[in-house]
């Protein structure tokens, strides 16, 4: 990659509509371009393209019975980023708003994250497009 425009155009045509993670992409490559223009190795060995495609990206239905016995469907989601030096580790978000995108940006953001705290694992999270305010236990 020539310059940050160019690695963030790559990034951009392989997750389309993604604005969330495309977001935390932006921030995070424009803080370490530096880095690597000083370190052609980090750009030999695709360090970059490496952190931000997540190890494995989810998307599964998620069925329910509420109170009524009427069925529901909800979209589920789980994503996992650099597992590298260990397992994966990350929250659930249950929300209406919840999507890929939010969640790729939230699991990728979870690998720098966990580094800080010197924790050894690798970003992940999972979630779905449920909205637990008002539900029963049993919803």
């Known amino acids: 990659m020539a ?3 160019d690695f963030i ?5 392989k997750n389309p509509c993604q604005p969330e993670f495309l977001q ?6 424009e803080s370490v371009w530096p880095v690597l223009e000083r370190n052609p190795k980090y750009i030999e060995f695709k360090i970059l393209e490496r952190v931000v495609e997540p190890e494995r ?4 239905r998620v069925n329910w019975l509420d109170d009524k016995g009427v069925v529901q469907v909800n979209r589920g ?4 980023f650099n597992s590298a030096v260990g397992p994966y580790k990350g929250g659930l978000r249950f929300h209406p708003s919840v999507t890929l995108s ?3 940006f939230l699991g990728f953001e979870q690998i720098f994250k ?5 924790l050894s694992m690798g970003g992940g999270k999972g979630g779905c497009d449920f909205d637990p305010k008002g539900k029963s236990d049993n919803e």
């Open 3 to 5: 310059t940050v425009e």
């Open 24 to 29: 935390a992409v932006r921030e995070f490559v």
């Open 114 to 118: 966990n580094s800080l705290t010197t």
């Open 57 to 60: 990206a989810l998307t599964f």
């Open 102 to 104: 939010i969640l790729k």
């Open 9 to 13: 155009a790559a990034v951009e045509a």
């Open 77 to 80: 989601y789980r994503v996992e």
